[in-house]
């Protein structure tokens, strides 16, 4: 009785840390500031550049993961443990990190960007140099769960597709992704959440420039500087939208066949 | 173990906590007779109130300068929020003013001490070839400036509306350069690196931001003192400082010549008291 | 006619098979758990692939090292129902059976034509766009033979086909299956732990102990050996 009501304190508390510091930026601002912010250039530029580039990051990330997610689910090869590895590396690397090292790789003196610089490729502070940071950074949510997805799904549906006429490749794309698919999906809207969060590597790597490399997370860092209102709204959406990619992974991983 | 398991974790919960607390109160005892002076200072002065505060120390050994090195709007934001410190050390007038409306300050000693005027900075190998304010319009150019709240991103725009007034320069010169920004900043600290590397061709930032050991990556070009805007800074004593007389101390110490040849020789133009 | 000389080591012993079965023939292999036939099985149709050996499948040879020959299972021909029967969870009765047919690229309508066919010869129309993961153990196991027997297999492998099936629906179901078999006029393979499987379904029975052959004959011929201990106690 007095070990429930102890747990209970315990828990209230540390539900008390998590929601006030979220609820204290919903009443820091009043709904019609909160609106009319809403249609500053600034915060539309970084709301719209964010979705186009977390939207691309994530499509990038699903073409390149899946695959290398499944290979690794399925089959042991030498060196598939470092393979595994490296694909993590990005979550536990400090952001700073990973800007600095995109930077020593694609930067105009980079190892590959001195030879883009010949052509006139220049990746530093464009939208593409936003991707890329994000890229880095939110793969390995989407790997991680992928693999782990493929994992559970039983061998014998693939055997069993094989003996039926399937190629590999037709097993993969009417077996294997369809039955981990609930786990893809919330893989998918965790590394996009991600890449919408994605601020270190990218204020390092691409700059910060309004409606080229300014996101979300870079433009609340500037208009903190200035205009707090701005940085109050967009922090706001960006509390819903997490809400909302919380929710929707729980939903997406609760359905089952 | 079963049963317990519940219980175990509340108590190392408790014991946790408990620990906390006693090494936060620990950490807060003071030898006696020891102050702290807690200083909001902004981040350009990063090098050279380091030095001075270490010069202090050595000379005061009763005291302890506690330094928060962050943008003067962010340092600013603190204190509106009820942080505690005994000066505050400002890039701007303008946050200063802020928190003198806001009843934040003893006025009394709030004083520009410090001025710091603009410069334009190249990589050292120097790929644009930029030779001089003339340079920043051509095409291809490769810019970082400060974003427009920063002070130094503030001053760089007024340079360049002084520029664009300027039948020798006119409007057109200001509208190319402008084009040629790829990114804002806001902290000279992340410029001077995107230089060194070479991912940008030339930036504005204040003369006293590039240290002795940038100038291996970087050089230092003048600009007319007819279009540089000299920032001033100013500093005071936060009306709620348990510490005013040290503080006042401290103050004296940064006007006078220990703390004076320091900031020059960190590029800074110090004003007489 | 299927001939199958094959050689693989597992973990606990070396599996080293002859066989050979006719055009409408059906063997039944039994033996403990364990001993490997569901990996003869395997090695059949092509999920595992042998160290050594040859299968024939009439005038083709799935597997030869030294001819340095390998099918892939998708293109042996062969029905292969598992233990489980591994219906497609995510797919209906009707799109479980059209799945081989959609893999060989058939026209849409031919697909529609066979799976109606199908499902009616297998009394389950009712089921047609019920999800494979609902279906009891007697629908599965009609389900899956209707899967392999819409593609006009060349051979048939069968794993406990009766196992997930209800007690009481056994007997029907196995008459039931003994008469697809003899209508397909294949090659058949039942791998069982069932003596009524064995006597009813089984041409010839063949016992294997760790990987290896040990008996072979008419049903009766081999459940007479009552000296060997896996017989005894199978035969009750």
Known sequence: MVLSLLTAVLLALFLLFITLPVVSLFLRISPEAFLSSLTEPVVLDALSLSFVTATVSTVIVVLFGTPLALVNARHDYRGRELVDTLTDLPIVLPPAVA?????????????????????????????IAVILAQVFVASPFYIRQARASFETVDRLYEDAARTLGASRMTVALRI?????????????????????????????????????????????YTTMQGDMNAAISLSIILVVISFAVISAVKIVTRRKY | MKVSTPATLVAVTLMIIAGLLVAGCTTTEETPGETTLTVFTAASLTGAFTDIGKAYEAQNENVKVDFVFDGSQTLRTQIEQGANADIFVSASTKHMKALQGGGFMENSTVAPFLGNSL???VPVDNPAGITGLADLNK?????????????????????????????????????????????????????????????ADAAIVYKSDVSKDDLTKVTRLDIPAEYNVVATYPLGILAESPGKTEAESFIAFVRGPDGSAILTEYGFDPIAA | MLAVHAVRELRDFVLDVTLSVRSGETLVLIGENGSGKSTVLNLISGILTPDHGEIVLGDRTLFSDEKKIGIPPESRKIGHLFQSYALFPHMTVAENIAFGLRCRKVPRPEIAFSVTNQLRAMNLVD????????????????????????LEPDLLLLDEPLAAVDMRAQTAMRSELRGRIKDAGIPCIVVTHNLRDALELGDRLCLIEEGKVVAEGAPGEVLAMRENGFIASFAG
Not at chain 1, 190 to 215: D, H, K, V, Y
């Open chain 3, 127 to 150: 089921l047609a766009d019920v999800n494979a993961g609902r279906l009891s153990g007697g629908q599965r196991q009609r389900v899956a033979l209707a899967r392999a027997l819409v």
């Open chain 1, 99 to 127: 800007g600095l090292a995109l930077l020593m790789a694609f930067g105009r003196r980079g190892v590959i960007g001195q030879y883009l610089d010949i052509f006139g490729i220049h990746i530093g502070f464009t939208t």
């Open chain 2, 139 to 199: 095409p291809g150019v490769k810019i970082v400036i400060g974003t427009k709240d920063v002070p130094f991103g503030d001053y760089t725009r007024q340079m360049f509306e002084k520029m664009a007034a300027d039948p020798a320069y006119g409007p057109a010169y200001k509208d190319a350069v402008m084009k040629n920004v790829v990114s804002e900043e806001t902290a000279v600290s992340s410029v001077v690196p995107k230089l060194a590397l070479g991912e």
């Open chain 1, 176 to 220: 294997t992704i369809p039955l981990a698919w609930g786990g893809l999906v919330s893989g998918a809207i965790l590394s996009f959440a991600r890449a919408l969060g994605e601020f270190g590597a990218t204020i390092m790597f691409a700059g910060n420039f309004q409606g080229r490399t300014q996101t979300m997370p870079l433009a609340i």
């Open chain 2, 119 to 121: 410069a334009l900075i």
